[in-house]
C-alpha cells in the first residue's frame, strides 16, 4: 500500500519565498476559510455516486470507516482495528465507540451494515452497489464489531474502506426522512455540517463543535463551486478565495510571483490517459500503436505542466512496485506513419476516429486533447474531438457508445495497482471502454488472488501486455495546481486531497 | 372599453401561443442525441431497467404520444428531476429564476437609465456637428457585445483593481437569507444589511455589463421619438406659447415617447435574457443561464425544457406586463 | 415612401447620394475589407491555422516576426486563426442573415399578402417563437444538431427568422393598405405578379437594412455560441472559440483576447453603420426640432 514514491510528495516548490501579506484581510475572515472548487457534489448522499473531485467536500460531512494518511497509508478513522482473513473472505472490523452523528444518535455497527450491505441490498441505486458487490453479508456481534463476510476473495476491501463512495451514513436517520430528505439535510459523522447548500454555487459548512476527532481550526468553510479556471485563478488573485485548485500550471507560475499567494504543482496519484475502444476505427492494433506512438508525451508535459509532470509508459503512477524501469514506450512519429501505413493509411488519407475529453476537470485537459489530436493529424489519423463532461464517461460507456478514445484522469486513491489496470481494463466494469474478453478474464482472475505477490507479478504483466497491444494509451502522471494564500496553511495528501479540516491560518 | 376588458381580450391569445411554443420546445428538444432514459439511471442499470425507463416515459411510442405525455405532465406542473443533479427541477427552477430576474432586472433599469440620458443627450445635439460623433458613438457602443463588456470589467475592475467581486451571489462567511430567493428583497425583509450590501456589490459588474450592452438602442429609439414627436401639432403649440425647452421636453415631449420606448424594452427583455445567458456563465452567477448551459453540456433534458420554459414564461410575463402599461398609459389602444 | 417600382429603384440604388452617405461608405468599407481578408485568408496567412509547435506557446506580438500576433497555448499562429476566422464568422454572417430573410419574408410575405387566418397563425408563431431569446433557441438547437458551421448557419437561421419576419410584416401590410395593390388584386392579376411587382419592392429598403444588421448581430451569436464551446468542432479557428481561450491566458498574451475582441467589435460596427446609414438613406424620417 505504501505504493506512492517521495517524488509525489515532495512537489515541484513553485512559490517564491517572499512574506505573506499580512496587511490584507482574507476572504473567509479568520475563523473561516473560502475555498474555490471546480465542481459541485453530485448529491449530499455519499455513497450515490464515484466522484473523485466530491470526494474531499463529503470529507467533511462524512467520515469513512478507514482513512488514508498524507503517503496514503491506510489509518483508522470510524474503525479503530481491522483484520482480514488469511483467504481474503472476511473481514474484522472493530468500530469505536464514541462517534455521534450530527443529529446527535451514536454510531453503531448497525449503521456500517446499512451503508455497506443493507441500503444495497433495499435497493437504493448507489455506485457503492457495485464496489461492495461481492459482500454477501455483514455480522454485528456487537455494537462495535461488525464482521463482512465476501462471497469471493476481497483482498482490497481494507483500502476500498477509504476509497471512493464508502461514507457510512446513519441507517435510522436516513430510513426515518427518506433519501429525498436526506439530500437535502445530510447528516453525517464529519468534522463539519451543512450549513447552507446553494446548487452549482455554493456551499457553506459550519464546524461540528462535538466531532469526535481531531477539532478543525476553522469554524466556517464556504466552497465556491467555479467551473471556470480563469475564474478560479482571478479569484484567487483577487481574494474572494483563500484557496483553490485546478488552474492553469501558466496561471500558477504567475500567481507564484505574487507576495500574499502561494502556488503549487503537486504530482498526485492519478494518471492521465487516454482509453480505447477495440472496435470501430480502432479496431486494427496497428491503428492503435500508431496513436500511441505517435504522441510527444514530454512535449504535452512541457507545454501545459511546466515539465512537472512524468510521462508514463504504463498505466499506474511512476512508482518502482507498478512501473518497472525495463520497459518504455517509444514516441516515434515515423513508427506511427510506418504502422499506418501498413494499414494503407498516410496523412493524405487519414484513419478516421472520435475522441472525447472533459473540460476543466483536471489541468489542461482540454488543451492535451487538442494537442493530441493535431499531433495525430501530422502521422495520418483524423480525429473528430468533442467535449463531455466527466458523468458522462460512465454513462455512454455503458450505452457502449464512447468514441475510439477518450481522454481520461483516473483517480486512484489508494494507491494499490488494483485500481489502475484492474478497473482500467475490465469490461465488466462501468470505467473501461475495452470489451474484448481475453484482456477482461486476466483481470477479473487477479481481483480473487489472496496473494499479495504474485496479485503485483500479475497485475504488472497485465499493464504491460495492456499497452503492448494497444488497450490502454498512458500518458502523464496527473499533477495538481493549487494556488492559495500564503498564510492558509494545509495538508498535502498523495491523492490530492485538499481538505479544510487540515488549515489553519498562520 | 374598459382596462380590464382590453387586457382580457389580448390574453385570450396566450393559450395557442403557449401551445405553439411548447411544442417548437418539444420538436427541439427531442433533435437531441441523448437517451433520456438511459440519462436517468446510474451508470451499472442494466439494459431492462433502461428498458422499463423508456416505457414510463413513453419513449417507445409515436413522438404525437410522446407529445401528448410531455405536455400532460407539464400542465400537470410535473417538470421532473434532473438526470444529472439529481434533484427536483422545480427546485432549481426556484433558485435560479429569481436570480436571473433580479440580474435582468437591474440590467434593463440600468439600460433605460443609460438609454434616457444618452437619447436625451443625442437630441439636445441634434443639427449639431457633435451629433454625428454622439451618434457614431452609439453605433460603436451598439457594436461591443455584452459579454466583451463584462471579460474587460472582470480584468479592469475585479482583477487590476480589485474593486468588486466578480464571482457568485454573495461574499463569503455571509449567509443566503431564506424567502423568495429575490436576494436584495430577502436580504432586505431579513434586515440584513451586510448580504443586502454583498448581493448588491456582486451585481454591480455583470448587471453594467448587461445594461450598457443594451442602452443604445433605447437612446436610438427614445432621441428619434422626441425628433417625431417634436413635429406632432401640439408640441409646436406647446412651443409657439413660449413654454421654456425644458418644459416643453420633460412635461410635454417625453411622456409622449414612452410608448415606442416601452415596446422596445419588451422586445429588448427576451434579447437580454439572451446575452444575461453568456454573462452569468462569465461571471459564476448562479441563474438560469449558467444552469441551461449546464444541463446543455450534459444532456439534462428535463433541466434544459424546463429552463427553455421558464425563459418563456418570464418573457410573456414581461409582454403582459408591458402591454398592460401601455394600455393603463394610452386609452386610444383600448378600443382596437 | 410612396410607389416605387423596379425601376425606379434601380435609378435610386445606382444614385451616387445612396453611397454618398458617410455612414454607408465607412460600412461597405470595413465589411468589404473584412471579406477581402477573409476570402484571401488561405494567402494571407503566415501559418496553418491548426499547425502547432508546442515548444513555441504564448509568444509575444511581434510584428514583422514569424508569428506577428503572438502565438496561442498551443502554440498555434493567432495571426492566421483570426484570418481563418474571419472566414467563418463572415460566412456564417452573410449565409445566416440571408437564411433568416429568405425564411422571415417568404412568411411576411405570405402572412401580408394573404391576409386573414394565414395571417394571424404566422403572426402568433412569431410570438410564440420570440419568446425564447435567440441564443437559448440556438444552443438548445446547437447540442441537437451537432457542431459544424452549417449546423451554426441553420440554428442561427432558425433562432433568428422571427424578427426579421415581425418587422416585415408590418411593412407588408402598409404596402397592402395602399391603392393601387389593391387595384391590381381587383384587377385580377396574378398574385405572384402583384407581390413581386407591388408588395415587394416597397419592402426592399427596409430589408437591406435588416439583412445588414442582422449579418452583424449572427455574428455576435456565433461568437457567443463559440465562447461557451457549441457550434464549431473544437479543431475550427473561431472568433469566439478563440475568446474562450484567450481568457485563460489573457495575463500571458493578451493579444489572444483582444484580438478576436476587436475582430468582432469592428465587423460588428462595420454592419451596424452599413444598416444604419441604409436605413437613413434609403427610409428618410422627418427631421423635427430646430428647423
Known sequence: ?506 | MTLLAALARRLLVVPPILLMASLLLFISVRVLPADPAGMSLPPTASADAIAAARRQMGLDRPLAAQYAIWLGRLVAGDLGRSVHLRRPVTALLAAAVPATIELAGLAMALAAGLGLAGGLLLFALRGEAAEMLADAGTTLLMSVPDFLWALLFILVFGVLLEAMPFTGRLGPALLQPGGTGFLLLDSLLAGDIAAFRSAARHMVLPAAALGIAFAPPIMRVLHASLIDVYCADHIRQARLRGLSPTRVLLCHALPNTARPVLKLMAVQFGLLLGGALLVEEIFAYPGMGALLVDALRNADLPVIQAVALAYCAVVLGIRALVAGLRLALDPRLRAR | MSGMGTGRLLRRLLYPRWLRSGRVALGLLVVVAMLALALLAPALAPHDPAAQDLTLTLQPVRLGSAFPLGTDGLGRCVLSRLLHGARLALWVAVAAAFGAMLLGSALAYAGGYLGGRTDWLIGRTVDAWTLFPPVVLALILLVGLGAGSTHLVLAIILAEWPRVCRVLCCEVRKGMRRDHVAAARLLGFPHWRTLLLEVVPATVPRLLTLLALEMGSAVVMAAILGVIGLGVTPDQAAWGQMIADGRAVIHQAPANLLAPAAAIVITVAGFNLLGEGLRRTLEPRPVGGRQ
Open chain 1, 1 to 506: 500500500m505504501a505504493g506512492i514514491s517521495r517524488r509525489v510528495l515532495l512537489g515541484v516548490p513553485l512559490a517564491a519565498g517572499l512574506p505573506a501579506d499580512a496587511a490584507r484581510a482574507w476572504a473567509g475572515g479568520d475563523d473561516g476559510v473560502t475555498i474555490g472548487w471546480p465542481s459541485d457534489v453530485p448529491s449530499w448522499d455519499p455513497n450515490r455516486r464515484f466522484v473523485p473531485d466530491a470526494q474531499p467536500i463529503f470529507k467533511m460531512v462524512y467520515d469513512q470507516p478507514l482513512d488514508q494518511d498524507p503517503r496514503l497509508n491506510l489509518v483508522p478513522s470510524l474503525i479503530a482495528r481491522w483484520q482480514l482473513a488469511p483467504d481474503a473472505r472476511s473481514l474484522e472490523l472493530e468500530l469505536r465507540d464514541d462517534v455521534v452523528f450530527h443529529d446527535g444518535t451514536p454510531m453503531r455497527s448497525a449503521d456500517l451494515r446499512w451503508t455497506f450491505f443493507g441500503r444495497i441490498a433495499a435497493g437504493h441505486r448507489v455506485d457503492t452497489a457495485h464496489a461492495w458487490r461481492m459482500v454477501s453479508d455483514i455480522e454485528t456481534p456487537s455494537a462495535t464489531r461488525a464482521i463482512m463476510r465476501f462471497n469471493s476473495p476481497a483482498p482490497t476491501a481494507p483500502a476500498w474502506l477509504a476509497f471512493l463512495g464508502s461514507f457510512v451514513v446513519p441507517r435510522d436517520y436516513m430510513r426515518k426522512v427518506g433519501l429525498a430528505a436526506f439530500g437535502a439535510r445530510p447528516v453525517g459523522s464529519g468534522p463539519y455540517r451543512l450549513a447552507e447548500y446553494q446548487p452549482r454555487a455554493r456551499i457553506v459548512l459550519e464546524r461540528n463543535d462535538s466531532y469526535w476527532g481531531p477539532k478543525p481550526a476553522l469554524r466556517r468553510v464556504t466552497v465556491e463551486i467555479m467551473r471556470d479556471t480563469a475564474t478560479r485563478a482571478a479569484a484567487v488573485q483577487s481574494g474572494q478565495v483563500d484557496l483553490t485548485i485546478s488552474v492553469p500550471v501558466r496561471e500558477v507560475e504567475r500567481l507564484a510571483r505574487m507576495p500574499a499567494l502561494a502556488a503549487e504543482l503537486n504530482p498526485i496519484a492519478r494518471v492521465i490517459l487516454l482509453q480505447v475502444r477495440d472496435d470501430g476505427g480502432f479496431a486494427d492494433r496497428d491503428i492503435r500503436l500508431a496513436a500511441h506512438h505517435a504522441i510527444d508525451k514530454k512535449a504535452l508535459s512541457q507545454a501545459f505542466y511546466g515539465a512537472a509532470a512524468v510521462p508514463l509508459s504504463l498505466p499506474a503512477p511512476p512508482d518502482p512496485q507498478a512501473h518497472p524501469d525495463d520497459f518504455t514506450f517509444a514516441s516515434d512519429p515515423n513508427l506511427a506513419i510506418q504502422l499506418l501505413a501498413r494499414s494503407g493509411h498516410s496523412a493524405a488519407n487519414p484513419a478516421r476516429i472520435r475522441m472525447a475529453t472533459t473540460k476543466g476537470q483536471f489541468p489542461a485537459d482540454y488543451d492535451i486533447a487538442r494537442a493530441i489530436v493535431a499531433m495525430w493529424r501530422q502521422v495520418g489519423i483524423a480525429a473528430e474531438l468533442e467535449v463531455i463532461d466527466y458523468a458522462r464517461y460512465f454513462e455512454l460507456n455503458r450505452a457502449n457508445r464512447l468514441p475510439e478514445a477518450t481522454l481520461y484522469a483516473f483517480d486512484n486513491a489508494t494507491g494499490d495497482p488494483e485500481a489502475y489496470g484492474g478497473y482500467l481494463l475490465n469490461p465488466n466494469l462501468p470505467f473501461s471502454p475495452w470489451k474484448d474478453v481475453a484482456l477482461g478474464r486476466k483481470a477479473t482472475g487477479l481481483f480473487d488472488m489472496a496473494d499479495a505477490a504474485e496479485r503485483l507479478a500479475g497485475w504488472q504483466a497485465l499493464n504491460r501486455e495492456a499497452v503492448e497491444i494497444g488497450a490502454c494509451i498512458p500518458l502523464l502522471q496527473s499533477v495538481q495546481t493549487l494556488v492559495r494564500r500564503k498564510a492558509l496553511a494545509y495538508r498535502p495528501y498523495g491523492n490530492g486531497w485538499v481538505l479544510p479540516q487540515t488549515m489553519e491560518w498562520v
